[in-house]
């Protein structure tokens, strides 16, 4: 039987996939180096070559995991900060948690299991993932912030940006994790796209938009997820 010669690149991609699953499941602290190199069909020797250590691998999959679509990441660094800006990325963000704006489920859960497993041990992937986040999301929404409190359209609370940020981030991450199970365990009124809607204006509000705002520029059914359609 002829043996397939991977480069290096598809070598260390295939590592991660391997890995991905099992740290999901089993935490960092409960997976083996071999356990890993097993599932990846390498030996341990060629896992250290290419991963020093699980560390290493921690590092690879959160630079896999925020690696969306480049396009899409430009598209919000060149955007104008303003009301609808900050709209979009609340729709987009809670889209995203809970159905996925990139990739297959079996690609997103993992990588959600992943962060509720780091919460159980060091933090250390959470905290690597957060760190993307406020780096390369959170100032575009503080900008859009204070654009839609010059004018008028947000009112100031007295909150931190970056707290009302997270806070938002943590409703559509809980959202997101009730559905883990194989559909959500929480029984909320309303099919999958209406929670949605119903989540992004509950943000919208806590975030400080005025309700008339909400009801003349939020609409769930027609907005595009931060520039792509919603299904049907």
Known sequence: MATIRLDSE????????????????????GTTTKEIAEAAHISEALLFKHYPTKGTLYQEMLRSGCSADPALL???????????????MMHF???????????????REPRQR????????????????????????FPKFGASVEAAERAGDVVALGIPAVNRFWFAQHIAAMLAYARLPGGSVVPYDGDTLTVIGQAVHFILRGIGMKDEVIAAQYDPKALSIFFQPIPA
């Open 114 to 137: 992943l962060v509720l497993n780091s919460f159980l041990e060091d933090g250390e992937f959470a905290r690597l993932v957060f760190d993307w986040v406020a780096t390369e999301v």
């Open 10 to 29: 598809e070598r260390r991609r295939g590592i991660v996939e391997a890995a991905m699953p099992l740290f999901a499941r089993k935490g960092f602290a």
């Open 74 to 88: 430009e598209r919000l660094r060149v955007i104008e900060p303003s009301t609808q800006t900050l709209i979009h």
């Open 93 to 107: 963000m809670v889209y995203h948690f809970v159905l996925g704006a990139f990739g297959s489920a079996s690609e």
